[in-house]
């Protein structure tokens, strides 16, 4: 059982007339739907790049879902419905009392794990209705009573400390073993959780500690900046969004043993803004991604490429929202239905092991395999994904990225898990 909030309340008589009249009325139980896929991404504010990416990421996912359509044969329609997540929590809650309105039956989205547990609580696990989040990481949603709604294709923060430590292992001149590191992290849950996982995945390589502590959000670093670079220290690491370390910039930018290519964080500081500033050429970090050498992940570079007359470049979590809408089809598939509930009951299962392997590029054939009643295991252009039961991916990709002149330069990749 789910525990999902639903008509489990009502008798056995009632609830027989309401599937007798579902059926009558071509609910879609026969695989016969009409599915509406809402997309609730930041056009506005802070993060729009990632917002327009996304948007671009699933529109190029419809078309794959239409051609799917279209191949087998289906009486299927999908519509996408697209509303802007903005720059805060009111304007991303009142977006998705709009997508519920529309009837949206599975949300792409939130994209910022605050928004997530906003509309949640008030919005979609009310409504019944499966959301699907491409760059949420933060950990807290993995502990959700969410009644199995909450997924996400993006690896959770937790799992970017040992990635970002095995970058270093690899980047570093004769691995981590003995290397000093000085570590600082903003003190929210995400600097807090990241500096959790990072430090014993960075012993456990052999790295040493010589500082590491947390800082507010203030108007003088002076304190933290010499507490940062007062060791001898063969790497920094950051955990900060760009909006905080910003400010601590200018401070750090005076010390003359402090560089941007000793220097190592994660996805938050993989921002275009940090781009047009010389003195941060050279950071380097581990972010959300998606492989360049399976032939899913080159597939989708080309798909792009080739698609996108927009001036839109690839950006972090672009792979994982064109998956989340692909999945959020392949549950109704699987459920033969448009609801958001039971749909929502398929959606973990069509993303991982048992069942055979489709890749994104095969969906009309795992289209065809989900309506002849057999498991399927869909693996994306983000990577395996393969959800748990709390809806959170237990494999994928990290890009490797560097700060340069105009870009975030993806240098590589690292698998998670990491090799044993």
Known sequence: MSGRLRAAALSAAVLAVLMAVAA???????????LKIGVLTPLTGSHDVLGRTGDQATKLAQAQVDAAIRKTGASQSVERLLQDEGPDGSVALRAAERLKAKHASCVVGPWTTSDVLLTMNQVFVPADTPIVSPAASGDTISGLHDADLVNRTVLPDRDQGPSLAQLMERQLKGGAKGKRAAVAAFDSIYGRNLLRSFLPAWRKLGGKVVARFTYKDKSDYTKEVKQLTRHKADAFVVFDTFGTFARMLPQLQAIKNWKAKKTWSADGLAD?????????????????????????????????????????????????????????????????????????????????????????????????????GEDIDYEGASGPIDLDGRGDPTAGIFDAYRISKERVDIQGDIAYPPPL
Do not use: E, H
Not at 24 to 34: H, K, L, V
Not at 282 to 296: H, M, Q
Not at 315 to 335: H, K, N
């Open 272 to 372: 275009p803004n940090l781009t047009t500033n010389t003195s941060l050429f050279g950071l380097r970090g581990v972010a959300p991604g998606s492989p360049d050498k399976t032939s899913a992940g080159a597939a989708f570079n080309r798909l792009w490429r080739k698609a996108t007359k927009a001036p839109t470049d690839r950006q972090t979590y672009d792979a994982q929202a064109f998956d989340a809408y692909i999945l959020c089809y392949l549950a109704a598939v699987a459920a033969g239905t448009s609801n958001g509930g039971k749909l929502a009951d398929r959606l973990r299962k069509v993303s991982a092991p048992p069942g055979k392997t489709y890749t994104w590029m095969q969906l009309p054939q795992a289209v065809a395999a989900l309506q002849r």
């Open 24 to 34: 009558g009325c071509g609910s879609g139980d026969n695989g016969n739907f009409n």
